[in-house]
């Protein structure tokens, strides 16, 4: 008699076994590589993380909206670098999403999608003569001094004396810090040869930077603010009077004091003490104009002046104005008043907000209902706020939704083809990681040629094909 053996089951897959939950990630920023970073780091459930961006280079704004002698923050690359080589992590470049893929492509090969398309473009001042020759986006010339591919090379002449730059956030602080300083000082920096040429010949000696609001609503950062008042050479000007404010009393009495965040007050003492200063000798200078809000932009071929009104807060905190006005001779003008999304084809918006709708990094639709399989991260998010490393903490929290999603995207997607197939049914001629290397050693080797620090970016589409050698 022989006895039989009960048939054992067999053993459940490990977690590297496992089939991957796909995730497509659109964007290749801060945003988009911290969310391919929080997915990797959990042993919950193993993934695959396709990172797609329109560019053949990644790192967003790290690249294209930090200034060049910013250097300790680019410096941020580096990390962002050591999560795209993880084994887990695919960057694709060159991809448009919206016109070389749609979400329905992408559909047949993730489980989801996360959205970190940042807020692209400047916010408009709507007032007259803003679209006159010489007044532009801040994001223009930062695109520009910045390297990124869509800029025009021979876009800015500065051939004006005076520039008003419109705002007073950190890159309104950069623009006027970057006209200020002389092209030696920024030579061995990554900065494209072309737009450093133009920093050299610059006529530019004045920068006015205007704030509708006082010093203690300013939302430039205290490091920010030492960099410009440090400028050898420089002098800049603080008018006693907008800073005539003790710090004992920030926090109560006038509208102005009152709901003031803690970094003010640090802005509040710097400015005092550069108010007290003497003059600094110098070819250039800054100046502050707090309580200032642009009301027209003169000139008819080209900027020719700025009319601007004075301004204060009302007993609610409103800003109005006093109804005073005064002109600044300028020919040209920055604006920097905040930054918005651009919509996604097919994906739900929020025209008022220019974000994405979302709950707790879930994309809603028109109804508030969750759009299964998309999700949302960065300034696409949460609207322009934050720094850097604001991102970090914010992909965490998308992906903590996208996990606890994960059993019914897997149900929805039981057999995702590879995104190869998808790319090649489209004929699209991608770039990897593997090209990114080749363009990093390009601006390395054109920094030798040049004489120049590390790098120079290249900073031009025909540059990146020939790098890639497809000229």
């Known amino acids: 008699m022989t006895s039989s053996v009960p048939e054992q089951s067999p053993e459940p897959p490990t977690w590297e076994e496992a089939t991957p ?10 945003a988009g590589i911290y969310t391919a970073d929080a997915l990797t780091r959990q042993r919950r459930v193993p ?11 990644p790192y967003g704004l790290v690249r294209h909206g930090v200034a060049p002698d910013h250097t300790k923050i680019k410096g941020v690359a580096k990390a962002l670098r050591r999560i795209l080589e993880h084994p887990s992590v695919n960057f694709v470049g060159g991809v448009d999403f919206g016109v070389d893929l749609t979400r329905e492509d992408l559909a047949r090969s993730h489980h989801a999608v996360v959205y970190a398309t940042g807020a692209s473009v400047d916010r408009r001042m709507n007032v007259p003569g803003e679209d006159l020759p010489g007044s532009l986006a801040a994001t223009a010339f930062v695109n520009w001094y910045c390297g990124h591919p869509d800029s025009e090379l021979e876009r800015f002449v500065l051939d004006a004396e005076e520039v008003a730059v419109v705002g007073a956030g950190n890159v309104a602080l950069d623009v006027a810090r970057i006209l200020a300083k002389t092209a030696d000082e920024l030579r061995h920096t990554d900065i494209p040869q072309n737009a450093l040429d133009v920093l050299a010949a610059s006529r530019v000696r004045t920068v006015h930077v205007l704030a509708r609001r006082g010093p203690l609503q300013a939302k430039f950062t205290a490091p920010e603010l030492r960099d410009l008042l440090e400028l050898p050479g420089v002098d800049v000007i603080v008018r006693p009077e907008q800073v005539d404010i003790e710090l004992t ?16 007050r640090t802005n509040l003492k710097l400015l005092r003490e550069q108010a007290a200063r003497a003059p600094r000798e110098g070819p250039r200078r800054i100046e502050f104009h707090f309580w200032t809000r642009p009301e027209q932009i003169l000139g008819t071929d080209r900027v020719s002046g700025l009319r601007v009104e004075h301004t204060r807060l009302d007993d609610e905190g409103r800003l109005e104005g006093l109804g005073e006005y005064s002109t600044l001779n300028v020919g040209m003008v920055l604006r920097s008043v905040g930054y918005a999304g651009v919509p996604l084809a097919g994906v739900p918006f929020d025209e008022r907000e220019r974000t994405v709708p979302q709950e707790h990094g879930r994309v809603l639709d028109t109804e508030g209902g969750v759009v299964p399989g998309d999700y949302v991260a960065g300034w696409i998010k949460r609207g322009a706020t934050g720094v850097i490393g604001t991102n970090k903490s914010d ?6 939704s996208l996990l606890a999603d994960s059993p019914e995207l897997r149900a929805a997607v039981p057999d995702p083809v590879d995104l190869t197939e998808v790319l090649a049914a489209r004929g699209l001629a991608v770039s990897d990681y593997e090209d990114w290397l080749r363009i990093d050693r390009a601006e390395a080797e054109h920094a030798t040629d040049l004489g120049r620090g590390e790098r120079v970016k290249l900073g031009a589409w025909k540059a990146y094909r020939k790098a890639l050698g497809r000229n």
Not at 395 to 400: N, P, W
């Open 47 to 57: 993934v695959h993380v396709d990172v797609l961006d329109r560019l053949h280079t």
């Open 21 to 30: 939950l796909r995730v497509a990630v659109i964007g290749s920023g801060p």
């Open 395 to 400: 992909a965490a929290g998308t992906v903590r």
């Open 249 to 264: 009393d920030v926090g109560t009495g006038r509208p102005e004091l009152r709901r003031v965040e803690r970094a003010a």
